[in-house]
């Protein structure tokens, strides 16, 4: 009776140990009895189910004593999920909610990064400034109306490198591939070329005048094309500018008001004002461009539009829409964004939408506002 009883005590601890040493390796669930893998603490795989987060209110997730750094739960109050960092809740927004600039960052004075590290006096209003490198081309509004050119090649040592006049009232300024385009209102032109190959000595190509062309209004720009939004015969012009001395007309695409365009790959998006509506073009073939989609803006469509990875940005009034155009045939408004002050000009680098209001210059976090992507 001795032994068998020692044998049942061996048996017991080794299975003891051996079910200790499983609790503290890799864990796979599934029903092929496959291994984890090497990354994964915890693997668990199926073709037919999904794992459950813990789930609780608002006040039962507020509850949680000390939580860690990390800690995920799904919040069935604001029907949303809610992670813990730095001190803080943060929700994980879906594509259903609307929120405002103040919800990107709660403390925005957390990310006060911005440093000016040099100043240019420029003595005059200018509302147009495009990049070309190492050299910022601007128009001057208010002084001897000109085309000039800053050498920024030393952020902190900026200044005027030339200038060269123009004709009209400014509507838009684009710079590509070493030329700047100027569509402008005035007695003596309409489109205005400037080769800037040499930075140094800009020359004026070629203008385009107002009599044969009308009301410009916004620029784009593709390959050997320039596409020109026109207010008065109300259409998209298109220009074969592989010359840029010698620009030539090629075609168009009638629209109710066109405003604010631009260009992401083969597609051109276009603001069609009087109508509210976010219009997308199939470019591929420059000489028949071709409507493919269209959306309603809730509003007119004027303050700013940028586009990239199939997400578009709309400025409306002091709002912010955000669609997803990654089906141009079908674009779905994802987002509506109160801002709180009236935006327009707007750029897109990395994840960040830059935009200007009355008096500054902000940067915009985009990817707060895409997990629905």
């Known amino acids: ?13 080794l299975g003891s140990l051996f079910f200790a040493t499983q609790l503290s390796a890799q864990v796979s669930i599934n029903q092929d009895n496959s291994t984890p893998d090497p990354s994964a603490m915890l693997d668990v795989k199926s073709s037919d189910k999904g794992v459950l987060i813990p789930r609780m209110d608002s006040l ?15 919040d069935s109050t604001t029907a949303s ?7 803080q809740w943060i929700e994980i927004r879906n594509a259903r909610q609307t929120i405002s600039l103040s919800d990107l960052d709660p403390e925005p004075d957390r990310f006060t990064c911005m440093e000016t590290i040099s100043t240019l006096e420029l003595g005059f209003t200018t509302d147009f400034i495009d990049d070309m490198g190492d050299y910022l081309v601007i128009i001057d509004l208010t002084g001897d109306d ?4 800053i050498d920024v090649s030393d952020p902190l040592h900026p200044y005027f490198l030339a200038a060269v006049p123009y004709n009209g009232t400014e509507i838009d300024l684009l710079v590509a591939d070493g030329y700047a385009y100027v569509s402008a209102l005035g007695t003596n032109s309409f489109l205005s070329i400037y080769d800037l190959n040499n930075p140094a000595s800009p020359v004026l ?27 008065v015969t109300d ?35 276009l603001c069609d004002r009087s109508v509210n509506r976010l219009k997308i073009v199939d470019i591929t073939d420059p000489l028949h461009p071709v409507q493919v989609g269209e ?16 997400i578009a940005y709309v400025g409306i009034n002091n709002r912010l829409r955000v669609f997803d155009v990654s089906d141009p045939f079908n674009p779905v408004q994802v987002n509506n964004i109160n801002l709180g002050f009236f935006s327009k000009h707007y750029e897109l680098q990395g994840n960040y939408l830059y935009m200007t209001n009355s008096s500054d210059l902000l ?5 707060a506002f895409l997990t629905f992507r």
């Open 1 to 13: 009776m001795k032994k068998r009883g020692l044998f049942y005590l061996y048996t017991l601890l």
């Open 60 to 74: 039962g997730r507020q509850a949680i004593a000390d939580p860690a750094d990390g800690l995920l739960v799904y």
């Open 81 to 87: 999920f809610w992670y813990y960092d730095l001190e």
């Open 146 to 149: 000109s085309l000039r050119i």
């Open 205 to 231: 190509t070629k203008e385009l005048a107002v009599n044969s062309y009308r009301d410009p209004r916004y620029l784009a720009q593709s390959g050997n094309y320039l596409y020109v939004s026109e207010a």
């Open 235 to 269: 259409s998209l012009m298109i220009f074969d500018v592989s010359d840029p001395y010698n620009p030539i007309f090629t075609g168009g695409l009638a629209f109710s008001a066109p405003g604010l365009i631009t260009i992401d790959g083969n597609y051109l998006y």
């Open 295 to 310: 959306t309603g803006t809730g509003g007119t469509p004027d303050r700013g539009l940028a586009v990239a990875g199939g």
């Open 363 to 367: 940067a915009v976090l985009i990817s």
